[in-house]
């Protein structure tokens, strides 16, 4: 069978394992965000294209590599993908392609083995869409929690385009009110997840910094008081570039958020919560508490879906179905989460999926963007109705 048939490419599924741990240090971030040191003009990426999936640029087979030039999961995370689309095969061939360019300039055309060589890719160092715009659109880093302490879960975010860090607050219905600007120069900024991590009773934010990996606490002041929302930032990681999909869960119902995160090799591992700002021992020591998730994307917590009072864990397939993973309430290894269970479908036109009570009635809930990839759209509401499902959705915002 030709080299360059999808058979073939597909059966190559070890190909880059080398390459891509690369991506999971920081340097791989760094040069994520910044202008690709190679290129090559779109033809050549054809050319790759052909030789790795047939052309096919929504090909997702199962074998861990995914679009038309077949992106390990991992891979477009570390180099900014989400920012198109939960994963490659769900972007355009072109938002795949500008990914691509930025692999290839910290991987180099060795990260697509004999196709990057049969494609010449080394040596074309054409930009192949010179007039694109890098910047993605849209609120981004959804993440959610009481900063108020009015008892009403408010939402915050970046937005893509100014890198200004917004506040929504919740209004207890599910809506939410005027937005209020509590930062600036965020968009360097990534992987944000807010809950009490201090143990003072205000929320806070944690984020990655993407040139370095370091990963900050930005301490609560318990009100919205525009740029002073937030204190002073701390240093409490390094190396955290290799890690996605930050959420807070207590999962071992000790009154202290722990931090959930999916590394580089798709392990699930819980940080536990040290309840204090303490620098570098602001979390505790991490235990893996699950395998096999690196196909899974959209990782929140919206709290208690069965009304028990655990915390459920809901993360979206690379087929959209929407999954709930039960909390039992101790931090019990590779038993911390129960089996799951199906709850939703055609959730892949879904991004930014971020949970709370934003009702306040009691029952977790789930924000959520419907746009096309690329594009600002709606976000909705959908209500928790107690059974470990979701009720109807409502529109509760556009331009998102």
Same mark, same amino acid.
């Given at each position: 069978?030709?080299?360059?048939?999808?058979?073939?490419?597909?059966?190559?599924?070890?190909r880059?394992?080398?390459?891509?741990?690369?991506?999971?240090?920081?340097?791989?971030?760094?040069?994520?965000?910044?202008?690709?040191?190679?290129?090559?003009?779109?033809?050549?990426?054809?050319?790759?294209?052909?030789?790795?999936?047939?052309?096919?640029?929504?090909?997702?087979?199962?074998?861990?590599?995914?679009?038309?030039?077949?992106?390990?999961?991992?891979?477009?995370?570390?180099?900014?993908?989400?920012?198109?689309?939960?994963?490659?095969?769900?972007?355009?061939?072109?938002?795949?392609?500008?990914?691509?360019?930025?692999?290839?300039?910290?991987?180099?055309?060795?990260?697509?083995?004999?196709?990057g060589?049969?494609?010449?890719?080394?040596?074309?160092?054409?930009?192949p869409?010179?007039?694109?715009?890098?910047?993605?659109?849209?609120?981004?880093?959804?993440?959610?929690?009481d900063?108020?302490?009015?008892?009403?879960?408010?939402?915050?975010?970046?937005?893509?385009?100014?890198?200004?860090?917004?506040?929504?607050?919740?209004?207890?219905?599910?809506?939410?009110?005027?937005?209020?600007?509590?930062?600036?120069?965020?968009?360097g900024?990534?992987?944000?997840?807010?809950?009490?991590?201090?143990?003072?009773?205000?929320?806070?934010?944690?984020?990655?910094?993407?040139?370095?990996?370091?990963?900050?606490?930005?301490?609560?002041? $318990?009100?919205? @008081? &525009? %740029? !002073?929302?937030?204190?002073?930032? #701390? +240093?409490? /990681? =390094?190396?955290? *570039?290799?890690?996605?999909?930050?959420?807070?869960?207590?999962?071992?119902?000790?009154?202290?958020?722990?931090?959930?995160?999916?590394?580089?090799?798709?392990?699930?591992?819980?940080?536990?919560?040290? $309840?204090?700002? @303490? &620098? %570098? !021992?602001?979390?505790?020591?991490? #235990? +893996?508490? /699950? =395998?096999?998730? *690196?196909?899974?994307?959209?990782?929140?917590?919206?709290?208690?879906?069965?009304?028990?009072?655990?915390?459920?864990?809901?993360?979206v397939?690379?087929?959209?179905?929407?999954?709930k993973?039960?909390?039992?309430?101790?931090?019990?290894?590779?038993?911390?989460?129960?089996?799951?269970t199906?709850?939703?479908?055609?959730?892949?036109s879904?991004r930014?999926l971020?949970?709370?009570?934003?009702n306040?009635?009691?029952?977790g809930?789930?924000?959520?963007?419907?746009?096309?990839?690329?594009?600002?759209?709606?976000?909705?509401?959908?209500?928790?109705?107690?059974?470990?499902?979701?009720?109807?959705?409502a529109?509760?915002?556009s331009?998102?």
């Amino acid at each position: 069978m030709p080299e360059n048939s999808r058979a073939t490419a597909f059966r190559r599924t070890t190909r880059t394992a080398a390459t891509a741990a690369v991506t999971m240090t920081a340097l791989a971030l760094s040069l994520a965000s910044a202008a690709p040191a190679g290129a090559a003009s779109v033809s050549t990426w054809d050319k790759v294209a052909r030789c790795e999936s047939t052309n096919d640029w929504q090909a997702n087979t199962g074998n861990g590599y995914f679009g038309g030039v077949q992106i390990l999961l991992s891979t477009w995370n570390a180099f900014g993908g989400r920012e198109y689309a939960s994963y490659p095969h769900q972007a355009t061939k072109q938002q795949q392609i500008l990914i691509a360019e930025k692999i290839l300039a910290g991987q180099g055309a060795g990260a697509w083995g004999s196709c990057g060589a049969k494609a010449d890719l080394a040596s074309d160092h054409a930009d192949p869409y010179p007039d694109v715009p890098p910047a993605p659109v849209g609120m981004v880093h959804l993440t959610a929690a009481d900063f108020t302490g009015d008892g009403k879960a408010d939402l915050v975010g970046v937005e893509s385009a100014t890198g200004k860090l917004w506040l929504y607050p919740g209004t207890g219905s599910g809506a939410l009110g005027a937005r209020v600007q509590i930062g600036a120069g965020w968009g360097g900024m990534s992987k944000l997840v807010a809950a009490d991590f201090t143990g003072d009773g205000k929320a806070d934010v944690l984020a990655v910094e993407n040139s370095t990996g370091s990963f900050y606490a930005y301490p609560g002041n $318990g009100a919205v @008081n &525009g %740029m !002073n929302t937030l204190g002073a930032r #701390t +240093q409490i /990681g =390094a190396g955290w *570039g290799a890690m996605r999909d930050l959420t807070a869960m207590d999962v071992d119902k000790d009154g202290k958020p722990d931090l959930l995160t999916i590394d580089g090799n798709g392990a699930l591992w819980s940080y536990q919560g040290a $309840g204090s700002l @303490n &620098g %570098m !021992n602001t979390l505790g020591a991490r #235990t +893996q508490i /699950g =395998a096999g998730w *690196g196909g899974m994307t959209e990782l929140t917590s919206p709290g208690a879906l069965n009304a028990d009072g655990r915390p459920d864990l809901v993360a979206v397939d690379p087929a959209g179905a929407l999954w709930k993973y039960p909390a039992t309430g101790s931090l019990d290894a590779m038993n911390t989460l129960g089996a799951r269970t199906q709850i939703g479908s055609n959730w892949n036109s879904m991004r930014q999926l971020v949970g709370a009570d934003f009702n306040a009635d009691g029952k977790g809930d789930l924000d959520a963007v419907q746009a096309p990839t690329g594009s600002t759209g709606d976000l909705y509401f959908y209500p928790g109705n107690g059974s470990g499902a979701f009720g109807d959705r409502a529109r509760i915002g556009s331009g998102w």
